[in-house]
């Protein structure tokens, strides 16, 4: 089995029954990450595994700080002994050092976690960042008003998003960069 299939089935597991809008934004996540194949290779298994986990943090069994991308990182390295790249793209996915500022866990997250490769990086933020709650593809813009609405102007993950919308616009149009470089007609 490879990485990406037993992250499919650990989120599953964690997240179906408890949160079914979660498990379904995730799948959505897994299936956009699947599509970046032509831009990632090699490194296509792990970024759709990322996928799959990037949001058991959410899990009620694993929440300790709040913070998802922190207790799902944590989890996957304590209990699962998971790869470090592996992990450390669910502790840092989009652009998470904005809300580890708001959350006074910046410094926290930093030590625990070392960052990954930027390009992985901004995969997964594109993943997520076009995919909306129920798992269907959208624009950026689209996705970063929904959360906005979702939470209100005042939460600390409204505040986050709007600090961190500049890195997840630009994550996402480098990977619409490398995707259009690698279609038929593009520049690659």
């Known amino acids: 089995m490879g990485q990406a299939e037993w992250a499919r089935d650990l989120a599953k597991e964690l997240l179906e029954q408890p ?3 979660r498990w379904a934004h995730t799948q959505g996540v897994a299936a956009r990450a699947e599509s970046l194949a032509p831009i990632l290779g090699q490194e296509s298994d792990l970024l759709t595994a ?5 949001d058991i943090g959410y899990a009620p069994p694993l929440v300790d700080t709040g913070f998802h991308p922190l207790d799902g990182a944590r989890y996957l390295r304590e209990v699962h002994q998971a790869d470090d790249k592996l992990v450390r793209l669910v502790a840092h996915h989009s ?7 708001e959350r006074g866990l910046l410094d ?4 625990e976690f070392d960052r990954e490769r930027p390009e992985l ?4 933020t594109y993943c997520d960042m076009t995919t909306s709650p129920d798992g269907l593809p959208l624009e950026v813009d689209v996705r970063l008003a929904e959360i906005h609405s979702r939470y209100g102007p005042e939460h600390l993950v409204s505040r986050s998003i709007a600090n961190a919308t500049p890195c997840i616009t630009s994550a996402v149009r480098a990977v619409q960069v490398a995707l259009a470089d690698v279609r038929p007609g593009g520049a690659g």
Request: charged letters at 15%; aromatic letters at 8%; proline letters at 4%.
């Open 108 to 111: 926290v997250l930093n030590e």
């Open 95 to 101: 652009c998470a050092v904005y809300e580890a500022t």
């Open 121 to 124: 990086v901004e995969a997964l």
């Open 19 to 21: 949160l079914p809008r």
């Open 50 to 54: 990322s996928a799959w986990l990037h």
